[in-house]
């Protein structure tokens, strides 16, 4: 989401609703809002992110764009977990995959992604080489960064606070604890 206050308007193309459904869960204050001078409704979108992670609520993006994300694993079954857990939170994301640091690199360069879940233990470029190039070079974006891995804490704690990534969760990971992860960093 581009927009930090939202009209009912909006809420009701994101979460493809009426927009008297909209206005009845600002009555009911399920939805938090506050009026204009005008009379109109607004919502700020710290608001509307709660109540739709609160209730559930599949969101769609404004500009009908979706969110883009990445997983660099080299292991087939983290990325279709982490993919099938992605999915369930936005339904309308894009999601690509790598098995490695260099397409990871490639990917971040020719596409806009939002979140990047990244396995330090990988062959060839590891994870950290990859947070690395990330830092050095702005066209390759700035993606919120989940370090995944299972290696133990630590041995990589302090190298992944060091090249500021977002989270860290290691393997085997409780999908649960994904969720909040990602909701997580998405409310700040």
């Not at 609160?54 to 883009?68: D, Q, T």
Request: net charge positive; no cysteine; charged share 35%.
């Amino acid at each position: 989401m581009t927009k930090k206050i939202l009209t009912t308007h909006d809420i009701s193309k994101l979460l493809k609703v009426d927009i008297n459904t909209v206005q009845n869960w600002i009555k009911a204050e399920y939805l938090k809002a506050y009026k204009t001078p005008g009379g109109h409704r607004r919502i700020r979108e710290k608001d509307f992110t709660e109540f739709a992670s609160e209730f559930n609520l599949p969101v769609s993006k404004i500009n009908g764009s979706p969110e883009k994300f990445l997983i660099v694993d080299d292991y087939r079954a983290v990325r279709k977990t982490l993919r099938k857990i992605i999915k369930k939170i936005y339904k309308e994301s894009i999601v690509y995959e790598a098995a490695d640091g260099f397409t990871a690199g490639t990917l971040l360069g020719s596409s806009d992604i939002k979140l990047m879940f990244l396995d330090i233990d990988m062959p060839e470029m590891n994870g950290f080489e990859v947070m690395k190039k990330i830092k050095e070079n702005p066209s390759l974006g700035k993606p919120k960064i989940i370090v995944i891995t299972g290696l133990p804490e630590e041995q990589v704690k302090d190298k992944v606070r060091a090249l500021k990534a977002d989270a860290l969760i290691l393997k085997p990971f409780d999908i649960g604890r994904v969720k909040d992860v990602i909701k997580e960093i998405f409310k700040s």
